[in-house]
């Protein structure tokens, strides 16, 4: 038997669906990655997008079908939905194409370390309690997501490569959204840390992040809207985090700690 890669990987925040999803790289890293599991860690289909504009290229098929095919050659996909397709939800344990959905799942690592997985928003206060002003967010997201298209698109035929994202330059500047990210990493924490668990497998805020608080282990997929990050376990079950950049991989390595460093960071979308 041939062996994967990795024996994991965590991918979160697609936003199939939407003009915001990068299909490409997407594609991309789906054709030159395989895993033993593999986990589709919310924001998969975006319905919001999807309820305010039918948008559905070829390519958001082709992932579809890849996905699909991946789980017909033997790899595990269990699908945790997230806030954008929310309704899944309701289809708990259910098995579609091979795909099990699951609200949220436990991971043992080959270290024997305990993940819980999970999307996120159950932890975002806005967007639990306030979902018009999660929605006028995500609608702000939107604007600056096309203008950033917008900046790529120049940067590529001016021959640059760099990963220059506005979003995460905006992000970065305002003080209420960096509180906003703090918050809720440290309401995870300390909702989880004494489940019985380790840490945490998450997106939600489209910043990918692995980190120790306070011994338990936070970790964040980041997206594939501008970022285009994912988390994988080693068969030796150490994690890392993977930027991906099409035709090539731009990086392997643990975050770094500066992250207006490395671009494609998402503003975030809730």
Same mark, same amino acid.
């Given at each position: 038997?041939?062996?994967? =890669? ?14 915001? %999803? ?10 030159? $990655? ?22 559905? =290229? ?6 579809? !079908? ?15 939905? #997230?806030?954008?397709? +929310? ?9 579609? #194409? ?23 928003? +159950? ?13 006028? #967010? ?7 997501? @096309? ?6 698109? %120049? ?5 640059? !490569? ?13 003080? $209420? ?8 990493? @440290? ?14 497998? %998450? ?16 970790? $964040? ?6 970022? %285009? ?7 030796? #079950? $150490? ?5 991906? !950049?099409? !035709? ?10 500066? =992250? ?11």
């Amino acid at each position: 038997m041939k062996t994967s =890669p990795y024996r994991t990987i965590w991918i979160s925040d697609l936003h199939i669906g939407s003009t915001q %999803c990068q299909a490409d790289t997407l594609l991309d890293f789906l054709k030159h $990655n395989d895993s033993e599991k593999l986990y589709l860690v919310g924001d998969i289909i975006d319905f919001w997008a999807l309820s305010k504009k039918m948008y559905w =290229p070829r390519d958001h098929n082709v992932i579809i !079908q890849k996905i699909l095919r991946k789980a017909r050659h033997g790899t595990q996909i269990i699908y945790v939905p #997230g806030n954008h397709d +929310e309704n899944v939800r309701d289809y708990d344990e259910y098995v579609f #194409g091979d795909i099990v959905v699951k609200k949220s799942d436990i991971h043992t690592t080959a270290q024997g370390k305990r993940f819980l997985v999970v999307h996120g928003d +159950e932890y975002d206060t806005i967007a639990q309690h306030h979902r018009w002003m999660a929605k006028l #967010g995500s609608v702000g997201y939107d604007w600056l997501i @096309e203008i950033n298209r917008f900046l790529r698109l %120049c940067r590529r035929m001016l021959g640059v !490569q760099s990963h220059f994202s506005l979003a995460a330059f905006v992000k970065f500047k305002v003080k $209420n959204v960096v509180k906003f990210m703090s918050d809720y990493e @440290e309401t995870i924490v300390k909702t989880l840390k004494n489940e019985g668990v380790d840490g945490v497998i %998450c997106g939600h805020i489209h910043h990918a992040e692995i980190k120790d608080i306070e011994g338990f282990m936070y970790v $964040n997929t980041g997206d594939f809207v501008e970022s %285009c990050t994912a988390i994988v376990e080693h068969h030796d #079950g $150490n994690l890392e985090l993977v930027r991906w !950049q099409k !035709q090539a991989i731009v990086e392997v390595k643990p975050l770094t700690e500066d =992250p207006l460093a490395e671009a494609g960071d998402g503003l975030s979308n809730i």
